[in-house]
């Protein structure tokens, strides 16, 4: 069988093996295997997805390799015609899995946090922990005090919108999405809360902190990627 990498690519040679697995067969080149751990597999007209890869190591004294054997998840079952990778979908599978223990946590009865509950029940309003909103006709930079950027008319709209537990502010960049937080952090946040600020990139997270350093007793680098501050200025 043939394995290749979405319509078109380098082809690789399998077989099944036991125990509903996979079996890499080696080129002529000689060379290791290519990872495929968390690939995702079409065989046969079925999605697998690559739970293991075990094998392969090459014997130092006959030059032997040993065979490279995929653990498939659904395992292998009989099939006919092309194998085909749609390549690496580990971020997916580790947000499958987080999904799945919260689901089990909440079949347990233990999602008692509203954020949980509107993760796990998105069609459901669960009403979020807000502090009372200003008025979007207020000057956002008065209320929040010397140093505070302005809000423009959209940015305003969202600080002022919020309701429920899980929330979603969506813009490209240089829209102010940072702005918005730090109004979200002064305003809507209860006083004497606390606030989890963070960012998947480095500049975000700088960009955040510059602005809120000046509303709170703030001690921050650029080298720190996650801030905990009390919602009490």
């Not at 394995?3 to 002529?28: F, H, I, T």
């Not at 290519?34 to 079409?42: F, R, V």
């Not at 302005?150 to 899980?166: F, G």
Request: with cysteine.
């Amino acid at each position: 069988m043939a394995l290749s990498e979405g319509p078109r690519g380098p082809a690789l040679k399998a077989k099944p093996a036991g125990d509903g697995k996979l079996n890499l067969v080696s080129g002529d080149g000689g060379g290791d295997d290519p990872s495929l751990m968390h690939h995702l597999l079409k065989i046969g007209g079925q999605l697998h997805v690559v739970t293991s890869q075990s094998g392969g190591e090459r014997n130092a004294e006959t030059g032997e390799k040993a065979p490279t054997l995929l653990t498939l998840k659904p395992k292998l079952g009989p099939f006919s015609g092309q194998i085909r990778t749609f390549g690496y979908v580990g971020a997916f599978v580790a947000e499958l899995a987080a999904l799945n223990e919260l689901a089990q946590r909440e079949q347990r009865g233990h999602a008692a946090s509203p954020v949980l509950r509107a993760v796990m029940r998105p069609t459901e309003h669960v009403p979020g922990s807000w502090g009372p909103a200003p008025l979007p006709e207020e000057d956002f930079a008065l209320i929040s005090g010397e140093g505070a950027p302005k809000a423009n008319a959209s940015q305003k709209n969202a600080v002022c919108a919020l309701s429920a537990a899980l929330e979603k502010i969506q813009g490209p960049p240089g829209t102010g999405k940072s702005t918005t937080i730090y109004h979200v952090v002064t305003q809507r946040v209860p006083k004497g809360e606390r606030v989890l600020v963070t960012c998947s990139r480095n500049v975000a997270v700088e960009s955040i902190a510059q602005k809120l350093k000046g509303a709170f007793s703030l001690h921050w680098s650029p080298y720190d990627r996650v801030r905990v501050v009390n919602a009490d200025p």
